[in-house]
């Protein structure tokens, strides 16, 4: 395909075009089968990578790590409180020094500021590994596991149903815009997404050919839907919130009953974990045959492997 991303960050989809979104999904693919072949190319031999967590994490944590060692390189945890970063330190000085001891550096934490100004003064490549705006590598995995369940990703009709403008919205909304995937959001009016993004994504899917529809009727937004997919009613940092929450969005719970609404027996069941059983999924769904959360997990190590393989990798 002739893409070269070699040095670039991933800070958010909106950086990637289609043919770059897709080159990584395939290289992804293309890992996970030498993977499950025994097959280990090493492409970060001698590499030695940061990995800044401000926030907890199982897969984002877990998919790094062992990405880097199946490639050869050197992963190093650095949580909250074993480095200065924006305390004592100033988020640009701790750029600059990382910079000179890491070859690339993954963020996970609150501010996509803080993931912006290290991808701007460390001099390496910077994965964002979750911001309270953006979960781009979530997207890669999510897209990745439409490929293998439906064989495409152009022309399926996705429908996010929660709150409609948290991280994972957000970034869906993006990566859907840039690869024709025809978008929807099911949320309380008061939940809907920034209007300043909803309009940047319909300039993409001007491009791409995808459409973005927002309702506040979660039965009427997933008809023919392909995919259904949730999150927590309350993002890290929002727990408080979660009471008040709860009654804004049980009508927006995915049951057995909403997943009768699409009319089709096809849809699939996505969610970026953890899930809160019994409130936004039930666990009917969340076990059932039509879930695919645990291969979307996955995949999770696949892409993020396949992000920096391409971005640092010999």
């Not at 080159?23 to 800044?52: P, Q």
């Not at 100004?117 to 590598?137: C, F, I, M, Q, R």
Request: glycine share 8%; proline share 3%; hydrophobic share 40%.
């Amino acid at each position: 395909m002739g893409v070269n991303l070699k040095g670039r960050s991933f800070l958010t989809l909106k950086d990637y075009s289609k043919e770059e979104i897709e080159y990584l999904i395939d290289l992804a693919i293309d890992l996970k089968d030498k993977k499950k072949k025994g097959i280990f190319e090493r492409h970060l031999e001698h590499k030695n990578v940061a990995l800044i967590f401000e926030k907890p994490s199982t897969r984002t944590r877990c998919s790094f790590t062992i990405g880097c060692i199946d490639e050869g390189a050197h992963p190093e945890y650095l949580g909250k409180n074993d480095i200065q970063l924006g305390h004592k330190e100033t988020v640009e000085d701790t750029a600059r020094v990382l910079g000179r001891m890491f070859d690339g550096i993954e963020f996970r934490g609150f501010s996509q500021d803080t993931v912006e100004k290290l991808a701007k003064y460390s001099g390496v490549p910077v994965w964002n590994g979750l911001t309270d705006e953006d979960h781009p590598t979530q997207v890669l995995a999510d897209f990745m596991t439409m490929k293998e369940k439906f064989g495409r990703i152009a022309g399926l009709r996705f429908v996010f149903i929660g709150d409609g403008r948290n991280n994972m919205a957000n970034a869906l909304m993006i990566g859907s815009a840039k690869m024709g995937v025809d978008f929807v959001i099911a949320a309380p009016k008061e939940l809907w997404p920034d209007e300043k993004l909803v309009e940047l994504c319909k300039e993409y899917a001007k491009e791409s050919g995808a459409k973005i529809e927002i309702f506040d009727d979660p039965k009427a937004a997933v008809k023919d839907a392909d995919v259904i997919y949730t999150d927590v009613w309350a993002s890290m940092g929002e727990e408080a919130k979660l009471a008040e929450r709860a009654a804004v969005l049980r009508p927006y719970q995915v049951n057995e009953e909403l997943f009768a609404a699409t009319g089709k027996d096809s849809t699939v069941f996505m969610h970026c974990l953890p899930a809160v059983r019994g409130y936004e999924v039930t666990n009917e769904v969340i076990e059932g045959p039509m879930s695919v959360v645990f291969d979307e997990a996955e995949n999770r190590m696949h892409t993020i492997k396949a992000v920096m393989v391409a971005t640092l990798g010999d």
